[in-house]
């Protein structure tokens, strides 16, 4: 999209959910021109996602080096939102406790670039979905409207 003329480069944003939010993660991560990321039902540790879920996620040393915090915190200064249902239920899923465990590993990445405030957990009341609003709400506060 960058290479658009409609498009300011400066003002690129991702998000997804699911599977969608882990290639969100990535992106964002791998890619320093996404000024702004909103992973959706996917902010989790490794070891979760080994119980009764698929294992798209994984490749070979992945697990031994890191866990999901380390990507995530590539994104870092840039804007990162994570969601978490409160209702979730996938097996081996996102549950909100162990989104908040993963996000206060980020915000450490996060406060050392100062920037801690960049990095948020939103929980919403739903179960595995995208929260549009709060997603929408976030990439104008990041990026404009």
Not at 51 to 77: N, T, V
Request: aromatic share 8%.
């Amino acid at each position: 999209v960058a290479s658009r003329p409609e498009v300011d480069e400066t003002r690129i944003g991702c998000g997804g959910l699911s599977l969608g939010g882990e290639m969100a993660m990535w992106l964002g991560a791998m890619d320093t021109r996404i000024a702004a990321t909103v992973s959706s039902g996917f902010l989790t540790k490794m070891e979760n996602l080994r119980k009764g879920h698929c294992m798209c996620w994984d490749f070979p040393g992945l697990q031994e080096r890191y866990d999901f915090a380390d990507i995530y915190s590539l994104i870092s200064p840039r804007a990162l939102q994570c969601q978490n249902g409160a209702k979730e239920r996938l097996p081996g899923g996102f549950p909100v406790d162990l989104a908040r465990e993963t996000m206060a590993e980020i915000k450490r990445a996060y406060g050392a670039a100062g920037r801690e405030s960049s990095a948020r957990l939103a929980i919403h009341p739903g179960g595995h979905v995208f929260d549009v609003t709060a997603g929408v709400e976030f990439l104008d506060e990041a990026l404009g409207p």
